[in-house]
């Protein structure tokens, strides 16, 4: 089967920066990915990461180590418009199965 | 189309009567997904179709829920005889076979059984 644990809530202050991990227990892993969903909104793909190491998106980086099945999303310069949830997402065989998601703070 | 248009937006039923919920994805996209999410939850899977085949239907939660494709086109997703724990966000993605990691949502459709 498919697992993965996320932090349920993470709180920061504006223009800061903060990282959400993601472990994942998988077969059949493709790679893993990050989407935000704004509440009422539908998610929305921010990365993917295949291979291990950093991908960098702008204020947005990802990061994934297969051998440790971890990986963590990292938001600079955070802003206001950044709260929201955050899912990861591990892509293998024929779905991708989401993890529960981490409800991201920011703070004045 | 533009994006991934799902419809009702809004429906409210009442326990017992069946639903149907239509997903039209990205024209061209052959990979097609729905999710469930409850309030405040994460996205729960439910079926996935590659055209209109449906290789992994594993996350359907009982017998009243099934899905259909025609093509690589339209799909719905029916509920027979609702029940009040079925209200959630019914959510529809789909993806291109380059960028078959990369999902693209639809809006969902809100369920709300009484």
């Known amino acids: 089967g498919q697992s993965l644990e996320q932090p349920s809530e993470v709180t920061a202050v504006e223009g800061a920066i903060v990282q959400i991990n993601c472990t994942y227990q998988t077969s059949g892993f493709y790679g893993l990915s990050w989407y935000q969903q704004h509440d009422g909104g539908a998610p929305t793909f921010l990365s993917y990461n295949a291979l291990d190491g950093l991908e960098e998106t702008g204020r947005f980086s990802s990061f994934l180590s297969r051998s440790d099945s971890y990986g963590y999303l990292l938001l600079q310069e955070l802003q206001m418009k950044d709260s929201a949830s955050y899912f990861c997402?591990?892509?293998?065989?024929?779905?991708?199965?989401f993890g529960a998601g981490t409800r991201l703070f920011v703070k004045a | 189309g533009a994006g991934v248009s799902q419809s009702p937006s809004n429906k409210v039923t009442e326990k017992g009567k069946d639903v149907e919920l239509r997903c039209d994805p990205i024209?061209?996209?052959?990979?097609l997904y729905w999710y469930r999410q409850r309030l405040g939850q994460g996205l729960e899977f439910l079926i996935y179709?590659?055209?209109?085949?449906?290789?992994?239907k594993s996350g359907l939660p009982s017998d009243r829920f099934s899905a259909e494709r025609t093509g690589e086109s339209v799909s719905t997703l029916t509920i027979q005889r609702t029940q009040q724990e079925d209200s959630a966000v019914y959510l529809c993605?789909?993806?291109?076979?380059?960028?078959?990691?990369?999902?693209?949502f639809g809006s969902g459709t809100q369920l709300s059984v009484l």
């Open positions: 179709f590659q055209g209109n085949s449906a290789p992994d």
């Open positions: 024209s061209g996209h052959t990979a």
């Open positions: 993605a789909s993806s291109s076979n380059r960028d078959g990691e990369k999902l693209f």
């Open positions: 997402a591990v892509t293998g065989g024929f779905k991708t199965i």
